[in-house]
């Protein structure tokens, strides 16, 4: 618990961090963080879906996934 507690209190070092996580994830099948759950919002109601993390870019902020082009959420993550 003391691992996270650091994060709390400084929140460059918590950024930093999740930056680690999400690089991670790119490489690591088996990382939490290789399929994340995005959520958007569609007037009232809360869409989630899950996407494949393929590439963390922390010098420009951008996350690149994949999805199913088919699906309805492209249009809501547009």
Do not use: H
């Given at each position: 618990m003391d691992f996270y507690k650091k994060f709390l209190?400084?929140?460059?070092?918590?950024e930093s961090q999740i930056?680690?996580?999400l690089v991670q994830g790119t490489a690591n099948?088996?990382?939490?963080?290789y399929c994340?759950?995005?959520s958007t919002i569609d007037g009232k109601k809360?869409?989630?879906r899950t996407i494949i993390?393929?590439?963390a870019e922390k010098?420009?902020?951008c996350l690149t996934f994949?999805?199913?082009?088919r699906s309805k959420k492209v249009k809501d993550i547009k």
């Amino acid at each position: 618990m003391d691992f996270y507690k650091k994060f709390l209190i400084n929140l460059t070092e918590a950024e930093s961090q999740i930056w680690k996580f999400l690089v991670q994830g790119t490489a690591n099948k088996k990382s939490k963080f290789y399929c994340p759950t995005l959520s958007t919002i569609d007037g009232k109601k809360i869409n989630s879906r899950t996407i494949i993390l393929r590439k963390a870019e922390k010098k420009i902020k951008c996350l690149t996934f994949y999805t199913d082009k088919r699906s309805k959420k492209v249009k809501d993550i547009k």
